[in-house]
């Protein structure tokens, strides 16, 4: 028989979002355990060697924390955000059981408590916090026209740094990258100081942040600007996903030492068909096409939207089931709901409401 452990309150996925909301409800003296199913911050410890987060340090610092003042402008290494993490929990002493694959929620005792079923144990809660983002779920799209397995490829999540790519595919010379945002952007970035051909296919234009000087001066500002414009209307929605960097990018573009094509449609015979009927031959193609929500161990018990990603949620709450809260997701609570400058606010309101509804069980 497995081991059963119980909080009043257990949180799903150990990044950021879960050890903030755990750092909130501690301060309110509320019992609460976070599970995560591989390490403390794993998945930025996973990301791309060199790889930066893309917002500046004062904005991704989680509650409790202070003010970064010695590089508060600076756009953290990911891996050192990683170590940021792991520190934060450690400091905060926040109780993470780690490597605990949740896998399935059922409501028990006549809809008053949560169990959570994994492997090695189960967990019973009255409140369950999903707190596992999107990292674990990369997106790749169907291809209309099919694909027959001709040309290598994979997701941007399992690309780490050009010379391990090169240690892989010691022949690939012509890479093409799929997908227009941040991530396509920092590929070819990372990939054009090295010997590659590169190509980039997207569905619509292809359009880099303004890196000249006042484009970064816009930048600079528009953090600052942004705090105010969510203090005036903390739910305000918007169009939450950014362009790709400037910068080295947009050189690259603007030079046409990067080709750009067109939506991909298939794949035959080593050869990409795009949507404009043009086709070419590549050793290599990588997916920068985003992700799901991971939230497949709620598919039992949770009613999802029509496309099947997202669940009902209405500022953080579970639309159909009580007491079961979202954190991390996109436009859940406001447009920065999916970013780390989101989740350390959304955390600090989530664990007031969660507090607010312990009470009404209790």
Same mark, same amino acid.
């Given at each position: 028989?497995?081991?059963?452990?119980?909080?009043?309150?257990?949180? +799903?996925?150990?990044?950021?979002?879960?050890?903030?909301?755990?750092?909130?409800?501690?301060?309110?003296?509320?019992?609460?355990?976070?599970?995560?199913?591989?390490?403390?911050?794993?998945?930025?410890?996973?990301?791309?060697?060199?790889?930066?987060? +893309?917002?500046?340090?004062? /904005?991704?610092? %989680?509650?409790?924390?202070?003010?970064?003042?010695?590089?508060?402008?600076?756009?953290?290494?990911?891996?050192?955000?990683?170590?940021?993490?792991?520190?934060?929990?450690?400091?905060?002493?926040?109780?993470?059981?780690? =490597?605990?694959?949740?896998?399935?929620? %059922?409501?028990?005792?006549?809809?008053?408590?949560?169990?959570? !079923?994994?492997?090695?144990?189960?967990?019973?809660?009255?409140?369950?916090?999903?707190? !596992?983002?999107?990292?674990?779920?990369?997106?790749?799209?169907?291809?209309?026209?099919?694909?027959?397995?001709?040309?290598?490829?994979?997701?941007?999540?399992?690309?780490?740094?050009?010379? $391990?790519?090169?240690?892989? #595919?010691?022949?690939?010379?012509?890479?093409?990258?799929?997908?227009?945002?941040?991530?396509?952007?920092?590929? %070819?970035?990372?990939?054009?100081?090295?010997? #590659?051909?590169?190509?980039?296919?997207?569905?619509?234009?292809?359009?880099? $942040?303004?890196?000249?000087?006042?484009?970064?001066?816009?930048? #600079?500002?528009?953090?600052?600007?942004?705090? %105010?414009?969510?203090?005036?209307?903390?739910?305000?929605?918007?169009?939450?996903?950014?362009?790709?960097?400037?910068?080295?990018?947009?050189?690259?573009?603007? =030079?046409?030492?990067? !080709?750009?094509?067109?939506?991909?449609?298939?794949?035959?015979?080593?050869?990409?068909?795009?949507?404009?009927?043009?086709?070419?031959?590549?050793?290599?193609?990588?997916?920068? /096409?985003?992700?799901?929500?991971?939230?497949?161990?709620?598919?039992?018990?949770?009613?999802?939207?029509?496309?099947?990603?997202?669940?009902?949620?209405?500022?953080?709450?579970?639309?159909?089931?009580?007491?079961?809260? #979202?954190?991390?997701?996109?436009?859940?609570?406001?447009?920065?709901?999916?970013?780390?400058?989101?989740?350390?606010?959304?955390?600090?309101?989530?664990?007031?409401?969660?507090? +607010?509804?312990? $009470?009404?069980?209790?």
């Amino acid at each position: 028989m497995k081991e059963k452990k119980y909080a009043d309150i257990i949180i +799903v996925g150990g990044g950021p979002a879960g050890l903030a909301t755990a750092y909130c409800l501690q301060k309110l003296n509320i019992d609460c355990l976070v599970v995560e199913k591989n390490k403390v911050g794993n998945s930025w410890g996973n990301m791309p060697k060199y790889w930066r987060v +893309v917002s500046p340090q004062w /904005t991704n610092m %989680l509650p409790g924390s202070g003010f970064p003042y010695s590089s508060p402008f600076s756009k953290p290494w990911v891996n050192s955000y990683r170590e940021y993490l792991l520190q934060y929990s450690k400091i905060n002493s926040i109780k993470v059981h780690e =490597e605990i694959n949740i896998y399935n929620v %059922l409501q028990i005792d006549n809809c008053k408590k949560f169990k959570l !079923t994994s492997d090695d144990l189960d967990f019973e809660c009255k409140i369950i916090v999903s707190a !596992t983002g999107y990292y674990s779920n990369p997106y790749i799209p169907s291809l209309p026209r099919g694909d027959d397995d001709s040309i290598r490829s994979f997701h941007v999540s399992e690309y780490f740094s050009p010379e $391990r790519l090169k240690k892989l #595919f010691p022949h690939c010379t012509k890479i093409l990258i799929v997908g227009r945002r941040v991530s396509a952007g920092q590929l %070819l970035t990372d990939l054009s100081k090295h010997d #590659f051909s590169l190509s980039i296919s997207a569905r619509g234009s292809v359009s880099p $942040r303004d890196g000249s000087f006042k484009g970064k001066i816009k930048d #600079f500002i528009y953090f600052p600007y942004e705090e %105010l414009k969510v203090k005036l209307n903390p739910n305000i929605y918007a169009d939450s996903f950014p362009h790709m960097d400037g910068g080295k990018t947009e050189e690259l573009l603007k =030079e046409k030492i990067v !080709t750009v094509h067109s939506n991909i449609v298939g794949i035959r015979d080593r050869h990409v068909v795009f949507e404009d009927g043009a086709s070419d031959k590549f050793d290599l193609i990588i997916y920068a /096409t985003g992700y799901k929500p991971s939230l497949a161990y709620l598919k039992d018990i949770v009613r999802f939207e029509d496309d099947g990603d997202m669940p009902i949620i209405k500022d953080m709450h579970c639309s159909d089931i009580e007491n079961i809260f #979202f954190i991390g997701l996109d436009q859940i609570y406001n447009f920065r709901s999916r970013y780390l400058r989101g989740i350390r606010k959304d955390a600090v309101v989530l664990a007031n409401d969660i507090n +607010v509804a312990l $009470r009404k069980i209790k």
